[in-house]
């Protein structure tokens, strides 16, 4: 409270002091400036508008023709990396021809199908295909059509055709089916639908992309429902064709072919991809016919595709071989029934809710035993589906997997679990069978997780190895391995029993087994009990054993322990730390109040719920800095979100100083909004942060600041320097071109000057003012601000738009490689009236002028010419 008041008083001094207070109103005016200095109207990038939610502008914007940048990823300079760019966007893959490349989709874009169709129309496309038809028509046509489909863009390409008369080729159903754009296909096929049909050669085409397509899912199990079960669906049920069976002379090549569809675990995956690759399976049942047969006669004969593999393993190749067997036979060779492949009737008569195709088998499985336990009818459908799908799965990975799972757990066949050492991925405790060598029982978190709900048999499970454990049958390793498993999964009643038993047997908990039973806790019920049981285990030799006293909370526990206890809790993986600690403090006082004094957060890592704690209990803490979470850069990096920031300012004390953590310009944002003054009275620190909303606030501030106070020039000049830091400089005024902050820009070209003047004597001087200004501008594509540049500073630019003695590409200006780079038209057009030298380029320069090089390829321009 003194210190509250001590704070006040020095404010009140402070502005009470005419001269101060007028500064710091300067500098308030300053900050509202700067802030409210953001124009909408100035946005040039399509991409940035659809990033932060302003389509209605975006398309008002569209709508009369305004200037419109439409690249995602920039390149600020002349030297670059494709590849490097490509992986800074957020990206989805989708496959093309021959696998390997792939096309990138931006969530941002102006055709991204998800967004369009929420906020834009027909019309929006057509006033963009009209307004911008450099970009979008003319000479690229073609390469619209391209995008439109790799983003499955029906809206957008249907304007394209029927607005703007463009044609479409055939090639173009082939080349949107196989990539999965499947609306944009259906779009194309009515087009070309009586062709298609009537094609033998067409429909075979179909049948090969699927194989294709197929080949390319076992590599990436994301992509099997796209390309594989959608695409079956999108050819049978939505383009009503009916591939036509395998050729007869094919028959015996089929034979020895396995038709390996997919490769995965099936138990692992949710029932809606399991249900729909069934049913891929049963709509293309005529070309397995070979396939099953082969295996209900035992005539089945595979191959690998990888021989090297299964030649250095004929163990594998055996079991492998008795396990497909086993499809149809059982152990003794006996035949069971044949395999056979459901009837879709059967699959389309099954009844899943919502919640069941969004479950993974493996948590829909139950037996009779389970609290859980579904009807009959769905667990036989599961059944079917499940078994259906095992022939089909690729047999040298998954096949052993899928197998012990089907028996194990469908058909309650315990026994085979002996097999689990082919693949000890799943183990015996999963499913809690005892009795079985664990190939796998060095695995914390895996206990009980195929038989969650079936408390008998963890119970029972639980039950034997404590007997064996009292027969000195069962090593106190596995015990403590056991014991883990129980906490992590946070089973009261299991751990209760099993610690009663350990403790009977006089088992005391070394430290590395309290630390990770304690960092591993997941309620406040089970930190009782564990605390409770150390407590016990620590009792002191001259008072009662802990264990008989009735109030667990307030028995002492010895300060080394206590403090090594404590230390640990605060590293928990706990999800809500804070309410723990308080808990601890509430219930556990003596020992908290015994070690709070010596706790020392400086140079050490905590989660933001250990500083929350700490903060809604600073009165407990009588060195603050000891605590103080803006005191070293480890601390501060922990403060992930607004709301956590928030909550660590309001409860600093007001006496004491906070800084702005870095990396985040919400951050910013709150406190010019909410708590400028801390900012005007030094409180609020942000020095320390190179963030470029920052720096560029703080030179916006000092230098209108100074400006106003008629600071020493000389002063003001060492202040702007960024010499040997071109990055820092670049990305400030990538900041002062977003805000158009022409005053800022005139102040950077005012440095430049000077700049040169203090460097006219070297020979390899580079102003780094005014190439870092062209580098943002050019690359931005801010037609306008270049203008703006142009007309205040015209002999400066001129003096850059010179072509140096350097051969090909690396002689042209810096603006002019730039727009070359970035792919914009109209901003190089206007560059180009400027010049008077001709310019020739090769037409692979880079990623992002697909679209210019075209235009210039097909546009005749007295001074550009695209080399072939």
């Not at 008041?5 to 001094?13: D, H, I, Q, V």
């Not at 940035?48 to 305004?66: C, D, H, P, R, T």
């Not at 409770?532 to 264990?547: A, C, E, G, T």
């Not at 909410?674 to 005007?680: G, I, S, W, Y």
Request: charged share 25%; proline share 2%.
């Amino acid at each position: 409270m003194n210190n509250r008041r001590e704070s006040e008083n020095w404010f009140f001094k402070v502005w009470s002091n005419k001269f101060l207070r007028s500064k710091i109103l300067l500098k308030v005016k300053v900050f509202n400036d700067f802030y409210n200095n953001y124009k909408l109207d100035r946005i040039i990038s399509c991409y940035w508008m659809i990033e932060n939610g302003y389509f209605q502008l975006l398309k008002e914007k569209v709508e009369k023709g305004e200037y419109l940048v439409f690249n995602s990823s920039l390149i600020y300079h002349s030297k670059f990396d494709n590849k490097y760019i490509l992986s800074q966007r957020e990206r989805v893959n989708k496959n093309l021809e021959n696998g390997d490349d792939e096309f990138v989709l931006n969530e941002n874009s102006i055709f991204y199908k998800e967004k369009a169709s929420i906020h834009w129309d027909l019309n929006f496309y057509n006033n963009l295909f009209k307004n911008y038809s450099n970009y979008f028509l003319n000479f690229n046509k073609s390469i619209t059509e391209s995008t439109l489909i790799q983003y499955d863009n029906q809206q957008a390409l249907q304007v394209l055709v029927e607005n703007f008369n463009h044609i479409l080729e055939i090639e173009s159903f082939f080349k949107s089916f196989e990539i999965g754009s499947y609306e944009c296909s259906f779009y194309i096929f009515n087009k070309f639908k009586n062709e298609i049909l009537k094609s033998k050669n067409f429909q075979s085409r179909i049948w090969n992309i699927i194989i294709n397509n197929i080949k390319l899912s076992k590599k990436d199990i994301n992509k099997v429902e796209n390309l594989i079960n959608k695409s079956v669906n999108f050819i049978i049920n939505k383009c009503n064709i009916q591939l036509p069976p395998p050729p007869q002379q094919q028959q015996q090549q089929q034979q020895q072919f396995t038709p390996w569809l997919f490769n995965f675990q099936i138990y692992e995956q949710k029932l809606s991809l399991i249900y729909n690759c069934v049913k891929s399976i049963v709509q293309l049942k005529e070309f397995f016919k070979s396939y099953i047969k082969s295996i209900n006669n035992n005539s089945f004969k595979f191959k690998f595709e990888n021989k090297d593999i299964i030649e250095t393993n004929n163990l594998v190749k055996k079991y492998i071989k008795k396990f497909v067997k086993l499809l149809v036979y059982d152990e003794n060779g006996k035949k069971k029934k044949d395999f056979k492949i459901p009837d879709l009737k059967e699959i389309e008569s099954m009844k899943f809710t919502n919640q069941q195709f969004n479950s993974t088998i493996s948590d829909l499985i139950t037996d009779g035993d389970d609290e859980n336990y579904e009807n009959k009818d769905i667990q036989e459908n599961l059944r079917i589906l499940y078994f259906s799908l095992i022939p089909f799965i690729e047999q040298y990975d998954h096949l052993i997997g899928n197998l012990i799972f089907y028996k194990v757990k469908i058909l309650n066949e315990k026994d085979f679990m002996k097999y689990n050492h082919l693949y000890p991925k799943l183990c015996p405790k999963m499913f809690g069978i005892y009795g079985i060598y664990d190939y796998k029982y060095n695995n914390e978190n895996y206990l009980f997780i195929y038989c969650k709900n079936n408390r008998n048999l963890q119970i029972e499970y639980i039950g034997k190895i404590i007997e064996s454990f009292h027969n000195q049958k069962y090593p106190i390793f596995d015990l403590l391995l056991l014991f883990r498993n129980l906490v992590w999964l946070n089973d009261l009643e299991l751990v209760n029993l099993l610690i009663n038993k350990m403790e009977d047997n006089g088992y005391r908990f070394e430290d590395n087994d309290r630390q990770f039973l304690i960092l591993n806790i997941k309620s406040i019920e089970m930190f009782d009990l564990i605390y409770r049981n150390f407590k016990s285990q620590s009792k002191n030799q001259n008072n009662n054993n802990n264990n008989n006293s009735n109030n667990i909370y307030n028995t002492s526990y010895p300060i080394s322990e206590t403090k090594f206890f404590f230390n640990t809790l605060l590293k928990s993986k706990f999800e809500n730390l804070s309410i723990l600690l308080q808990h601890y403090k509430d219930y556990y006082t003596n020992d908290y109040y015994t070690i709070v004094d010596l706790i020392d957060f400086k140079n050490k890592n905590y989660s933001f719920e250990v500083f929350k704690f700490v903060y809604d209990n600073l009165i407990d803490f009588k060195d603050y800095e000891k605590v103080n979470v803006w005191s070293g850069t480890n601390n501060i990096k922990l403060i992930k979100t607004l709301n956590q920031f928030k909550y660590l300012v309001k409860l600093t004390p007001i006496n004491k100083d906070y800084k702005i953590p870095y990396g985040n310009e919400s951050f910013f944002k709150f406190i010019i909004e909410e708590r400028l003054n801390d900012l005007e009275i030094g409180r609020c620190d942000i020095t320390e942060t190179s963030l470029p909303d920052y720096r560029y606030f703080k030179i916006y501030r000092n230098y209108r600041v100074n400006k106003n106070e008629n600071e020493n020039e000389n002063e003001k000049q060492l202040y702007y320097s960024f010499e040997g830091n071109n990055t820092i400089l670049r990305n400030t005024l990538i900041k002062a071109c977003k805000y158009n902050d022409l005053k800022f820009i005139d102040m950077v070209m005012e440095e430049s000057f000077l700049y040169d003047q203090n460097n006219k004597d070297n020979e390899n001087f580079k102003n780094i003012y005014i190439i870092s200004i062209l580098e943002v501008i050019c690359s931005q594509g801010d037609l306008e601000l270049f203008k703006y540049l142009y007309s205040k500073y015209s002999s400066t630019i001129d003096f850059y738009l010179i072509k140096n003695d350097k051969p090909g590409f690396d002689g042209y200006c810096l603006p002019i490689k730039l727009a070359l780079l970035n792919g914009h038209i109209d901003f190089l057009l206007f560059i180009l009236n400027l010049i008077s030298d001709k310019i020739y380029i090769n037409s692979n320069t880079t990623i992002n002028n697909k679209l210019l090089l075209n235009h210039f390829l097909n546009e005749k321009n007295e001074l550009l010419t695209i080399l072939l």
